[in-house]
Nanobody, 125 residues
Framework: QVQLVESGGGLVQAGGSLRLSCSAS????????EAWFRQAPGKEREGVAL????????YYTDSVKGRFTISRDDAKNTLYLQMNNLIPEDTAVYYC??????????????????WGQGTLVTVSS
């Protein structure tokens, strides 16, 4: 069964850090694009960060630039999201995603067909 599993979420105070992990099961990570999305209560799912696996290029939504870093480890078949200087507005369920059909970086959730179940990040003020 092809699936992604996120971990690392939790409760943290504003200014703190968390590292999210996304492990693959049933397949090997390495499709053209891997991404992190988040969905806050009452809001649409939004793209946070993505990485182009062929050259390691990373892209971020403006609200997390300079605070979040996406990375990957082929040996561990795992994608990461390092989140520093967290603010309450970062509170959301975070999802990792990928899709074998993509050949460009996309922050449109409709472009991805392989998702994890999500991990909750709560940032207190």
């Amino acid at each position: 069964q092809v699936q992604l599993v996120e971990s690392g979420g939790g409760l943290v105070q504003a200014g703190g850090s968390l590292r999210l992990s996304c492990s693959a099961s049933g397949f090997t990570l390495g499709y053209y694009v891997e991404a992190w999305f988040r969905q806050a209560p009452g809001k649409e799912r939004e793209g946070v960060a993505l990485i182009v696996t062929s050259d390691g290029s990373a892209y971020y939504t403006d609200s997390v630039k300079g605070r979040f870093t996406i990375s990957r480890d082929d040996a561990k078949n795992t994608l990461y999201l390092q989140m520093n200087n967290l603010i309450p507005e970062d509170t959301a369920v975070y999802y990792c995603a990928t899709d074998p059909r993509l050949r460009y970086g996309s922050f449109d959730s409709a472009d991805y067909n392989i998702w994890g179940q999500g991990t909750l990040v709560t940032v207190s003020s």
